[in-house]
Structures are given as C-alpha cells and as structure tokens.
C-alpha cells in the first residue's frame, strides 16, 4: 500500500524549481505532502482531497490526478529553507490511516 | 493546531526488555498514530489508537510486541517488548487534527 514516489534526490540551485511525484495502485481518498527537515519530525505541508479540495499553509502547489492515483508537488523559485526530505502520504477511502512513500531528498544550494 | 511531546526523547535498551513512550497532545484529538522511522528511511504506521477502542495495528506488528494504550483524549503510550536490536529506531505518535497531521518530536530507541 505505500505509494511510489521520485525522484529519490534532487539538487537545486536557489530559485530553481523541482516537481515530486507520488503515485499509488490503490484509490486514493486523499494525499498529504510533508517536509522533514534533519532530526525534525515531519511538518504538514498539504491536502489534496479526492474532488478537488486542497489545504495547505506555504506557498507550494500541488496537483491530484484522480483517474491515474498520481499526485505531484511543484517546488517553485525554491529557497534555502526548502531542503529536506518530501514525503507524500496517501490515504484510502477516508479510512484516516496514512500510507508514506520513500521520500524524496531535496537540496537547495546558494 | 495540535502540539505534541514526547518523553523519553531517547534512550539506550538492553535487548529482552521493554520501553514505554509517551505521547501528550495539548488538545482533545480523537485519532492518534504510531510511527516507526529508521534514520533516512520513510514513516512506517504501526498502529491508530482512538479513544475508548482497541488499537488497530497494521500488517507486521502485533499487540503483544506493541501495545498501546489510549486513556483518554490527549494521551497515549506504545511499549516496545522484548527488545532486539532490530527494533532500534525512532517511535513518532501522531494526530489527526481536521485535516491536518501533527508529529511528535519522536523517541529515539537504540537496543544493544
């Protein structure tokens, strides 16, 4: 049940822009997007719900593809601050239990 | 918003004994999770605890090995039993709050 997700790394220069992807076998009712920075524990980054509603707080989009299961961050004109790893997590069926795909290590540099 | 604490943050096991982990949340929440995380690895679930229920574990993880309580809305503790190096890594709770999951800080577990 874990969602696949890639790239596995990715380095950026400062203001470049990146997209991660999270794909899934299994119908998804929703899909969260998490940052987690060295030795933190995984910050909220986004909600994107099965019909099209999106939560999120930080200036990041998202996309959710319900036909395919697939859903992809869109990282634009980063910054210092977003390195780290990017975790999708998926749920099925509002079943309120979450599913991580293997992460994917973003790396700004100056 | 829900903010989470953990205790102990880490600590150093022999193998054949167990650790309990607790979880504080500073509001009522009516789901919490349990994680497992190898450094540099992704999240594993472990188990959703709800008040009031038995836990529900995921495939790979039994009650006997994992126990969990849930006492009331803001708390919950997971023990680790009869420790072997293999259960060495970080135990994150989690809660559900409106759309949102909150993490703990985590526990840092080394079993020797």
């Known amino acids: 049940q874990q969602p696949v997700q890639s790239p596995q790394a990715v380095i950026l220069r400062e203001g470049e822009d990146a997209v991660i992807n999270c794909s899934s076998s299994?119908?998804?009712?929703?899909v969260h997007w998490y940052r987690q920075k060295h030795g933190e524990a995984p910050v909220f980054l986004m909600i994107l719900l099965k019909g099209g509603e999106q939560k999120g707080h930080e200036k990041i989009s998202a996309s959710f593809n319900e036909k395919k299961q697939q859903s992809s961050l869109y990282l634009t004109a980063s910054q210092l601050s977003y390195s780290g790893t990017y975790f999708c997590?998926?749920?099925?069926?509002?079943?309120?239990?979450?599913?991580f795909g293997s992460g994917t290590k973003l790396n700004v540099k100056p | 918003s829900a903010v989470i604490s953990q205790k102990p943050s880490r600590d150093i096991c022999q193998r054949g004994t167990s650790l309990t982990i607790q979880c504080q949340v500073d509001s009522q929440v009516t789901m919490m999770f349990w994680y497992r995380q190898q450094p540099g690895q992704s999240l594993t679930l472990i188990a959703t605890?709800?008040?009031?229920?038995?836990?529900?574990?995921e495939s790979g993880f039994v009650i006997d090995k994992f126990p969990i309580s849930r006492p009331n809305l803001t708390f919950s503790t997971l023990t680790v039993s009869n420790m072997s190096p293999e259960d060495s890594s970080i135990y994150l709770c989690?809660?559900?709050?409106?759309?949102?999951?909150?993490f703990g800080p985590g526990t840092r577990l080394t079993v020797t």
């Open positions: 997590g998926t749920e099925i069926d509002n079943f309120n239990k979450f599913y």
């Open positions: 989690s809660v559900l709050s409106a759309y949102e999951q909150y």
């Open positions: 299994k119908a998804l009712y929703s």
């Open positions: 605890a709800n008040q009031g229920s038995e836990a529900t574990y």
